[in-house]
C-alpha cells in the first residue's frame, strides 16, 4: 500500500506561484507514474500533468502547458508541482496520484493510489 500526503495550496493572487509537494511512504519501487489531477466544484476530476518513472518525459493538459513543471526526486520519494502565473481558472483540489507502470496515463481509472488533496485558490 502506498501513502500519498500532499502539501504546499494555499491562496494567492493571480499571477502569483505555489510550488505543491506529494511525498509517498509505503513504496520501495520507483517503476511508477505520477499524475496531478485537480477537481474544481462541480466539474470531473482533470488530468493536470504527469511524469513517467525516471523523470525522462513528462505530458501536461493544454490550460497549464508552460505556465506549470512536474518533477520527481525518487529518492525522496516526493514530487513536485511547480505552478507560475496562477489564474483564477486554477482554483480546485489538487491531487497526486501514482500509477504502476513506466509511462504517463492521463486517465485517473489507471492510478492506484491517491492523496487526500490540497486546496489552491487564486483570487482576481
Known amino acids: 500500500q502506498v501513502h500519498l500526503v500532499e502539501s504546499g495550496g494555499g491562496l494567492v493572487q493571480a499571477g502569483d506561484s505555489l510550488r505543491l509537494s506529494c511525498a509517498a511512504s509505503g513504496r520501495t519501487s520507483s517503476f511508477y507514474v505520477v499524475g496531478w489531477f485537480r477537481q474544481a466544484p462541480g466539474k470531473e476530476r482533470e488530468f493536470v500533468a504527469g511524469i513517467n518513472w525516471n523523470g525522462g518525459s513528462t505530458t501536461y493538459a493544454d490550460s497549464v502547458k508552460g505556465r506549470f513543471t512536474i518533477s520527481r526526486a525518487n529518492a525522496k520519494n516526493t514530487n513536485y508541482l511547480q505552478m507560475n502565473s496562477l489564474k483564477p481558472e486554477d482554483t480546485a483540489v489538487y491531487y497526486c496520484?501514482?500509477?504502476?507502470?513506466?509511462?504517463?496515463?492521463?486517465?485517473?481509472?489507471?492510478?492506484?493510489?491517491w492523496g487526500q488533496g490540497t486546496q489552491v485558490t487564486v483570487s482576481s
Open positions: 496520484a501514482q500509477a504502476l507502470g513506466v509511462a504517463v496515463t492521463t486517465t485517473p481509472a489507471e492510478y492506484a493510489f
